[in-house]
């Protein structure tokens, strides 16, 4: 899984990446491009693109590859992408895609549309062991595309020290909206504010969230960014905002919640548990723990997952193959092996709930995938969401219901 910012950037299709994959002649070629796969065996060669974090998680694929390739008469070639929504649009245009590659949410109906995708998720032996949600965001007209890779959630993440300087005890962990107001308020003092988040919706989504709110409805068939949920949960991040207990990155200067917890500019921040990596990395002295988001006023948790899946190409001259090496991937074991590598969150529940009693850190954010919501995900949400981003740093001084009432309305003609 990726950092926060490069979950958001593979996230964000723009129109020029969709209208090259729509020009892609792949899907529209193949005859099994919503059939069985086509190949006589499970192995054979394969390429495989993927966004990678960095070495760990570059390693850990190839390891995972060359496993398969070993106990599968098969080979394959990992290529990490340097820009993976260009390359595999370039791919698909060109009639010469990766067979397997990371899918993200944000372009999957734009390729699903142009014929690109191999829908082969109905195929799994384990479909209902992976999170329904995770499902949800990778299933088109009731067809499951692709089987999640494995996923993150946001969670409230603490500086331990600051927090224990300020006589905090785990007793005073905000588990109401109105206690995150008193606690931010309290642990608010010169420099230091008491939450610090970027203002983006894919963090104040949860917001969105825990108010029994979200930017399309359950089955992705209206849009209701502009709810009295939704104008509500704005005005009360702007009411924190107005009072100072809460400030964005952008205006400190940080460039993510892990930057304000490891600087000591925030005692509190909304991030996933990819901050794990970023803390070891660039703070590795600075002490921090998690704690699952605190509900809103009706008592609803909330929270915001972030998932790709494997995706196969449609124009794949081994479909067999890759479905071979995706089930393999999907595996307990792998997805076990995936987490201790570079800390995502496995995307099976019977991997996921063994794996969090090995790594209590990260189990408020596999707590919250049982009550966590996808962004929307149909064809040019992607734009909507990118504009969205754009108007949320002005929210101090801005008119909440103002700023909905425009999402409302550019998201309800992406679904016609």
């Known amino acids: 899984m990726k950092s926060a910012r490069a979950l958001c950037a593979l996230g964000m299709a723009t129109a020029a990446t969709l209208a090259l994959t729509a020009c892609g002649s792949s899907g529209s070629t193949n005859a099994n491009s919503t059939g069985s796969p086509n190949g006589s065996s499970g192995g054979g060669s394969l390429q495989v693109l993927i966004a990678s974090s960095g070495d760990a998680e570059t390693n850990a694929v190839k390891a995972a590859v060359s496993a398969w390739g070993q106990q599968n008469n098969g080979q394959g070639s990992v290529l990490p992408a340097t820009d993976i929504d260009q390359q595999l649009a370039q791919g698909f245009a060109g009639g010469k895609p990766a067979d397997v590659f990371y899918q993200s949410t944000g372009t999957l109906a734009g390729y699903a549309s142009a014929g690109d995708l191999l829908a082969y998720g109905d195929q799994l032996a384990n479909k209902n062991d992976f999170y329904p949600n995770l499902n949800a965001a990778f299933t088109i007209n009731g067809k499951l595309q692709c089987a999640p890779k494995d996923f993150s959630t946001l969670g409230l993440v603490i500086n331990k020290q600051l927090w224990d300087a300020a006589g905090m005890t785990n007793a005073d962990i905000p588990k109401t909206w109105d ?3 008193t606690v931010a308020k309290k642990l608010t ?17 949860v917001f969105l ?11 992705g068939t209206q849009a209701t960014a502009n709810s009295p949920q939704n104008v509500q949960a704005l005005q009360f991040v702007q009411k924190m905002l107005n009072d100072g207990s809460m400030k964005f990155t952008t ?15 925030a005692v509190m921040t909304i991030e ?6 970023e803390m070891k990395t660039n703070y590795p002295k600075v002490k921090w723990m998690a704690a699952e988001l605190p509900a809103g006023p009706t008592g609803k948790k909330g929270t915001l997952a972030f998932t790709n899946c494997w995706g196969i190409a449609a124009g794949s001259h081994n479909q067999a193959g890759a479905l071979s090496l995706v089930k393999y991937l999907t595996t307990p074991a792998q997805q076990t092996k995936f987490a201790d590598a570079f800390g995502v969150l496995p995307s099976v529940k ?12 990260f189990q408020p954010f596999i707590a919250g995938a049982d009550y966590a919501q996808n962004l929307p995900s149909n064809q040019g949400a992607a734009d909507v969401i990118k504009a969205l981003d754009n108007q949320l740093p002005q929210l101090k001084s801005s008119d909440p219901t103002t700023i909905l009432n425009t999402v409302q309305q550019q998201l309800q003609a992406t679904i016609g």
Request: net charge negative; glycine share 20%; charged share 20%.
């Open 272 to 277: 996933g548990n990819w901050i794990d990596g």
């Open 251 to 265: 205006d400190v200067g940080d460039s993510d919640g892990g930057q304000a917890i490891g600087l000591g500019h």
């Open 209 to 219: 969230a825990q108010n029994g709110g979200g930017l399309e409805n359950a089955a």
């Open 189 to 205: 003092s010169g420099k230091v504010v008491g939450l610090e988040v970027i203002p983006q919706i894919e963090r104040l989504g």
């Open 179 to 181: 206690q995150l107001d």
């Open 350 to 361: 019977s991997a996921a709930q063994a794996w969090a009693k090995k790594n209590p850190t």
